[in-house]
Every structure is written in C-alpha cells, then in structure tokens.
C-alpha cells in the first residue's frame, strides 16, 4: 500500500500546488453513509473554477473516482478520471489547457498565504 493515497485531500492539493495549480479546499464534511463523496476543492478559482470530487466507492475500479465538474467550459460534462495516480490527473490539466498559476501564492479561502515552496 503506497504511503501517500491520492484519495486523500491533503496530499491531492500538495501534488497539484506543487504542479504550480492554485488550488482551495471547498468540502470535506459529507455525512450520509451512503453518500461516497469524500470531499471537494477547486482548482484556479475566479478564473477556471474547476470543481473536483473524490469519490470514494471502496475497492478498485471504484477507488479514486474524481467528477472534474466546471459546467463544460473546458472539459466535457460529467467527465470523470478512474485512477490511482495523481500524474494521470495533472496530464489531464495539461492536454485540456489548464492554466498553472505558479505566481499566485494564495491557495486559502480565507486568503491566507501558503508557505513558498
């Protein structure tokens, strides 16, 4: 089992940060059992918006099931990336021409400056 899970929020924003994405949290507090959501986050809010989605279903092919959702204006409607590597998702960024925004420092809602990398 590798050490880092890309199921897990935390270590999904760090790897997209670290790829120069601006990246915020937006929900990790769904609470329906039967609701596989884990969490949310947006990437390059206020200009992309990109909503991702983790969810969760257990056991492969149904573990690390991300809804890339920012209603059609770059990538198709309902589209969903099935994988367990964070590469795939940056390569997906990169083929639909999603802007990195390594200057932009604040990855916070509340504006808060995230420490340089």
Request: one cysteine or more; glycine letters at 6%.
């Amino acid at each position: 089992m590798p050490k880092n899970k890309i199921t897990t929020q935390g270590y999904f924003i760090r790897r997209l940060r670290n790829e120069g994405f601006h990246v915020s949290r937006v929900y990790d507090r769904y609470s329906d059992s039967n609701d596989r959501r884990r969490w949310t986050v947006v990437v390059n809010p206020g200009t992309d918006s990109i909503f991702i989605t983790c969810v969760d279903k257990g056991d492969w092919p149904n573990r690390g099931m991300y809804r890339i959702d920012d209603n059609g204006s770059t990538f198709p409607v309902n589209f969903y990336i099935n994988t367990e590597s964070i590469d795939v998702v940056i390569k997906h960024f990169t083929e639909f021409k999603v802007q990195k925004t390594d200057n932009h420092r604040v990855n916070n809602f509340d504006g808060k400056k995230s420490k340089p990398a």
